[in-house]
């Protein structure tokens, strides 16, 4: 059908054809609706209660403008945002566009002025949206598996005053050379199949045991880890009896067989950082391993599955 014939066909169509097609098309794609997702949920049963997870509750009037339900188990009432990090939240018409902005990367003044909100409620949110972020990746880790540790500075966010970003660079160089204990440990693991980890695993050096608690449980019997030389990554391998290809940076071993290399993983570190960097004023410890579950905002730096809200 060329342009004349569309045209043609269309005007044919009676009036209110015509008015609905125009909508039809005009329309924008809907966007996730973050703020109503639990109500959704609610209506069909596809949550519990937020008290004792019985699916028995039932619809119990309004409660400033949320449904409110029932539970018929443990008898509690409770709205759509009870456990939620929406529940007592002001501005949450804001919510949607929030998100949508931080998908986008947008730093933090950047979504503060465009929503016209303050500095502080911007940062409150995006650490209540990363706190109810689950770790959606946990299929097993099969084939080549590529696992290498990287470090960020400590940073205690809470303490910082203001946010002179001159204070310390952070995820840059600790100022005594090599690894001391005011460097948090990341442990990436990602095997090329897309499965993906990063764990915040402690303060200084890790230990083979910081690498069972990351990927003890998910890596496959039949996996062949490639890491470097480090002893911790030799005992965890022999503990679980898996094939280790080592990689030793300091001889030039960067590639073994054309296939076995730690580089995917290396390269994920250098976007983190720059990511970390570049969004967000500053990692605070305790968030770190949130931002690093997270696909929101980092998503062109960190090809990540997309992300599972929790509690939203
Ligand atoms: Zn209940």
New binding site residues.
């Given amino acids: 059908m060329n342009y004349q014939e569309i045209l043609a066909a269309f005007r044919a169509l009676p009036l209110l054809q015509q008015g609905q097609l125009i909508l039809e098309i005009t329309e924008k794609p809907k966007k996730p609706d973050y703020v109503s997702l639990r109500k959704t949920q609610l209506i069909n049963k596809q949550v ?7 699916p ?2 039932i619809r119990y009037g309004k409660d400033k403008g949320s449904a409110r339900y029932k ?6 009432t ?1 709205t759509e945002h009870t456990g939620t990090w929406l529940a007592g939240l002001h501005k949450k018409e804001l919510v949607n566009e929030y998100i949508e902005l931080m998908h986008q990367g947008k730093s933090l003044d950047k979504i503060k002025q465009e929503l016209r909100i303050n500095k502080k409620t911007a940062f409150d949110w995006r650490h209540k949206i990363l706190a109810s972020i689950e770790d959606s990746q946990q299929s097993k880790f099969t084939g080549i598996v590529e696992s290498d540790e990287t470090f960020f500075l400590q940073s205690d966010k809470g303490k910082r005053k203001g946010l002179d970003r001159t204070a310390r660079k952070r995820g840059g160089h600790s100022s005594s050379r090599g690894i001391s204990n005011d460097q948090v440990a990341v442990i990436t693991t990602a095997d090329r199949k897309g499965a993906l980890d990063l764990t915040v695993a402690t303060m200084g050096r890790i230990s083979k045991l910081d690498i069972e608690k990351a990927i003890g449980n998910r890596i496959e019997k039949d996996a062949i880890l490639c890491a470097d030389s480090h002893v911790s990554y030799k005992g965890f391998a022999k503990d679980n009896q898996l094939e280790l290809v080592v990689l030793r940076a300091d001889l030039k071993q960067f590639v073994k067989k054309g296939v076995y290399h730690i580089q995917n993983v290396n390269s994920l570190h250098s976007r983190v950082k720059k990511w970390i960097d570049s969004v967000f004023w500053g990692v605070s410890t305790k968030y770190l391993q949130n931002y690093l579950n997270c696909g929101i905002g980092c998503k062109k730096h960190l090809k990540t599955q997309p992300i599972l809200l929790r509690n939203l």
Avoid: A, I, L
């Fill in positions: 519990g209660c937020p008290y004792c997870k019985s028995g509750y539970c018929k188990n443990c008898k509690r409770f």
